[in-house]
């Protein structure tokens, strides 16, 4: 029989416990930015799951059957919208039909920033030097739904009994990545952004590279999950309102970062950063749209090396999927240095202080790479 002692001291957890919240499950995120946004302020609430994993990028993922499943079983989905995702959408308005989405891409209080193109940026979209790229485009689109409508199904048959071994998940997407290899190593340019020229935004969707963008995304992010489970509404404000405050912090800490390199210019691979360079006043003079997953053919190499030698920058900033030979050889005969900045945190890991070591990361790397004499 339990003594009267006992009883107090559960009924002393239980109370702690219930005036705490309980844990909420079924959360989602896209991309690691945004899953460690969320993370931050579900703390002490619950974890969210995370869709695009390790060096993968949102422009061309593939959804494992695992990842289906958590959208299928998702109260609330967290993304920055089609435009950075396409994958996601059809998935989202399927699999997750029932869950609460949340494009943060219209979050309130956002700088929203339209594409660059024309001059030393390239378009965001169709490609004057790839002849053939719509056939690339329309090619990888069919390989792409086909792929998602067996996903779904394969994901379907999974969450109703059947076992599936996690091994041959992994191993069907890797077959799935090389099967698409060449596929859109033809047509990379062409459907970077191809979306923009279809009815969708004409923003630029890279809003998390600006810490003042997350913090209204922080905001948007409590406000929906305090909407979804009441019970930890204050745990989610409370975490919110500390994340804010880091967020300042931060801002002012990246300013003093980047503040001695202000008037170096640079070049990027992909155009992604100019929330960072609009928010610290840095000077980018062009961007070569090739896909961080693409590695470009002899004659695309000739041209950036031209267009390198014409803009005179400082250093030239890679991505993590670039290989450093890559880089070397793009820079040869130019007066660049090369650097590498990361805008995803492939090598970081997961959680709530992924993003502010990511944008710290970012900051550094650049004022190293333009400083003079490094």
């Not at 719509?134 to 996903?151: L, P, R, T, V, Y």
Request: proline share 5%; charged share 25%.
């Amino acid at each position: 029989m339990m003594s009267f002692r006992s009883f107090l001291l559960g009924s002393a957890v239980f109370f702690v416990t219930a005036a705490a919240g309980h844990a909420y499950e079924g959360v989602v995120a896209s991309i690691k930015p945004v899953h460690s946004l969320v993370a931050g302020v579900m703390q002490g609430v619950g974890e969210p799951a995370l869709i695009v994993k390790g060096a993968g990028s949102p422009h061309t993922y593939s959804l494992r059957p695992s990842q289906a499943r958590d959208l299928e079983r998702a109260r609330v989905v967290f993304w920055v919208g089609e435009d950075l995702a396409p994958f996601l959408e059809k998935p989202i308005e399927t699999l997750a039909a029932k869950a609460t989405t949340v494009a943060l891409l219209d979050a309130h209080g956002l700088t929203k920033l339209a594409f660059r193109e024309g001059g030393a940026f390239e378009k965001h979209g169709h490609d004057d030097h790839d002849d053939h790229a719509a056939h690339g485009h329309e090619k990888a689109h069919a390989d792409e739904h086909d792929h998602s409508a067996h996903g779904h199904e394969k994901a379907h048959s999974d969450a109703h009994g059947h076992a599936h071994d996690h091994d041959h998940a992994k191993d069907h997407d890797h077959a799935h990545a090389h099967d698409h290899a060449d596929a859109h190593a033809k047509e990379t340019d062409h459907h970077d952004h191809h979306d923009h020229h279809h009815g969708h935004g004409a923003h630029d969707p890279h809003i998390w590279l600006d810490p003042l963008n997350a913090k209204a995304m922080v905001h948007e992010i409590e406000e929906a999950l305090a909407a979804a489970d009441p019970a930890n509404a204050d745990t989610y404000a409370a975490n919110a309102k500390a994340l804010e405050a880091r967020l300042d912090a931060l801002t002012a800490e990246m300013a003093g970062i980047l503040e001695p390199v202000k008037d170096r210019p640079f070049v990027v691979f992909h155009d992604a950063y100019q929330y960072l360079e609009n928010r610290f006043g840095m000077r980018a003079v062009g961007s070569i749209t090739v896909s961080p997953e693409v590695v470009p053919g002899a004659e695309r190499v000739a041209e950036i090396k031209t267009k390198l030698r014409g803009l005179d920058a400082a250093c030239v900033f890679s991505e993590p999927q670039f290989e450093p030979k890559l880089v070397s050889v793009v820079t040869e005969g130019t007066n660049a240095k090369a650097g590498v900045i990361d805008p995803l945190g492939a090598a970081l890991e997961d959680g709530p202080d992924l993003y502010f070591q990511l944008m710290r990361d970012m900051a550094t790397s650049i004022r190293d790479c333009l400083t003079p004499g490094s």
